[in-house]
């Protein structure tokens, strides 16, 4: 029996199995896999195998950080139905542990070729911090600096003094030409040519001089720099070769047990960089664990145990799917051949839905969106309301898109009919001179009565359409809110966004810095439900061509 092949501890007998195996990236949390996942969390919250701080217990110390677990439901060979359950990355600084299956590749091993050369690395690091840090190159460094600071300043006077005289001098001798007579004309011009050889002398004399100065010092540097910029092209070198290294030691297994490398499963992709903590995640653990040790998968989930990041959202054992960037290539592989449920993303959910026309003229569209129906052609899904519009309505030419709304939230959208509607339409929106309003239903109580979000947003790029909260790198986002009841543990709110970034709102909502509270039917940042809680509701504009003012309104049904 294999090592960390683990019985269900109650009974699952009434529990049917699935009749295909998770799809990953997109999932509902199969029975078995929930109870597995209780199991597992039952064990983190009682074990005294290993230290760790999830951000959980305040009374623990080190660093929080909380991790992703997954949990595989497998048949063995004995036909016995059980689980299996991983850690994404490192637990405890370590890679083995009593209850999780091991990594695809422990490079943590001791005297393993990975520490070796971490070490070499480490030396590396060590004496550059040295070099960087002496005080003689500190000093230098300093000297140099201000040096050439001095010498820009001096020879940009010195500069801007030999214009002036150079101006100077052509001004006298325009005004000498026409009061002087010719002999007395050519005393002055020689005495002037000799002025201007000798501020040229000067110049170039204040050049070398700052020259010969900073070159002194340059000297005195290189002795330093020389060995910092030595040692970093060392770095860089071995760096690439370990990371080279790491990537071939990557090998995975499908359930026909062929091998295939990061190297490899990557090259097949647009990629152009393997992300950092490839092949590390749960999901390749388990079903590596499973191939290796003859177990059949049936089904698969992952949570999150723990402290959420503070870019990503995550919540407390939650289930999430797999991240795209770097599990899709990996999964798809190992999952070549096992038979799997339809990928929800590639089925069409307006299917039998209809845009209802709220106004209509000569220059534009107000039209209410159902909830799960596209705004503009996805990559597998062409059906959406430009391509119906486009259908539908006669003599309208030009973008016709001119803002979105996500795919799940419902509410009200302006189309132009025409490129002119299309131009005045969108400047407004670009000076946010158009009013919107979003109702949402959240799941959890909102303490205050209003406020506003101000959170910077990027996308994650590990894992499209996913956004973060990103303070270096975002773009500005803007949420005005208030609240309008609440009711059963529930908050229904207005947002009024200041920006238009994509999945703001929702975003905002269940970020730990915004309200903490995902909008209710969020499959990325919250819980899955029948929909996304999420309605634009108002919509106030200028005509393009009347110049009067439109309001439109359309209540949500929750």
């Known amino acids: ?92 600084e370590k890679n083995t542990h009593k209850l999780f299956v091991p990594p695809v590749y422990d490079m943590l091993t001791k005297d393993s070729y990975f520490l070796e050369e971490e070490a070499v690395l480490n030396k590396i690091n060590s004496d550059l911090e040295s070099l960087e840090k002496n005080t003689e190159y500190q000093v230098l460094l300093l000297e140099y600096n201000f040096e050439k600071k001095k010498a820009a300043i001096d020879i940009q006077e010195k500069k801007a003094a030999h214009k002036i005289a150079k101006k100077d001098r052509k001004s ?162 190992m999952l070549a051949g096992i038979e799997m449920d339809t990928n929800p993303l590639l089925q069409n959910p307006a299917i039998g839905k209809e845009l209802e026309t709220i106004f209509e003229d000569e220059d534009l569209l107000v039209i209410y969106k159902p909830a799960d129906f596209l705004s503009v052609p996805g990559i597998h899904i062409q059906d959406s309301v430009f391509t119906r519009i486009k259908q539908q309505v006669k003599n309208i030419s030009g973008p016709i898109i001119i803002h979105r709304l ?5 509410g009200l959208l302006v189309l132009a009919k025409n490129k002119i509607s299309h131009k005045i339409l969108q400047s407004q929106f670009i000076n946010k001179t158009i009013k919107k309003r979003y109702t949402a239903l959240l799941d959890g109580i909102v303490d205050d009565d209003k406020g506003t979000i101000n959170l910077p947003l990027r996308v994650d790029l590990d894992d499209r359409p996913r956004q973060l909260v990103c303070f270096e790198h975002g773009n500005p986002a803007e949420t005005k809110w208030e609240v309008i009841e609440r009711k059963n543990g529930k908050t229904k709110i207005h947002f009024y966004p200041i920006s238009g970034k994509t999945h703001q709102l929702r975003v905002h909502a269940s970020h730990s810095l915004g309200l903490n509270i995902p909008i209710i039917g969020d499959d990325l940042y919250g819980k899955k439900s029948n929909r996304l809680y999420l309605h634009a509701d108002t919509l106030e504009f200028t005509h393009p061509t009347t110049k009067q003012k439109m309001e439109f309104r359309k209540e949500a049904d929750f």
Not at 73 to 91: D, H, P, R, W, Y
Request: charged share 25%; proline share 4%; net charge neutral.
């Open 1 to 92: 029996m294999s090592t960390y092949f683990q019985q269900f501890s109650t009974s699952i007998n009434e529990i049917k199995l699935p009749a295909k195996f998770t799809f990953p990236f997109y999932y509902e949390p199969h029975p078995l896999c929930e109870l597995a996942a209780n199991e597992v969390q039952s064990y983190l919250q009682t074990q005294t195998d290993f230290e760790h701080n999830f951000g959980l217990d305040n009374s623990k110390k080190g660093l929080i950080i909380g991790k992703m677990f997954g949990v595989l439901v497998v048949e063995n060979q004995q036909n016995e139905i059980g689980f299996i359950t991983a850690v994404s990355g490192k637990l405890a």
């Open 172 to 333: 006298l001798r325009q005004k000498a030409k026409l009061e002087l007579s010719s002999e007395a004309y050519a005393v002055l011009d020689e005495d002037l040519s000799k002025e201007s050889l000798e501020s040229k002398y000067f110049l170039n004399n204040v050049n070398r001089f700052w020259e010969h100065t900073l070159n002194d010092l340059n000297k005195k540097l290189s002795v330093f720099s020389s060995q910092i910029v030595k040692l970093k092209e060392e770095r860089k070198t071995k760096s690439a070769a370990l990371q080279q290294y790491l990537f071939e030691q990557y090998q995975f297994l499908n359930s026909k047990k062929e091998i295939k490398n990061l190297l490899q499963l990557f090259a097949e992709t647009s990629e152009q960089n393997i992300p950092a903590g490839s092949g590390e995640c749960a999901a390749p653990k388990l079903l590596q664990y499973a191939f290796l040790n003859d177990l059949k998968p049936i089904a698969m989930a992952e949570f999150w145990g723990g402290q959420s990041p503070n870019k990503e959202i995550r919540k407390h054992r939650q289930f999430y799917p797999a991240c795209q960037g770097k599990c899709k290539p990996i999964l798809s592989y």
């Open 406 to 410: 996500d795919m799940a939230t419902s």
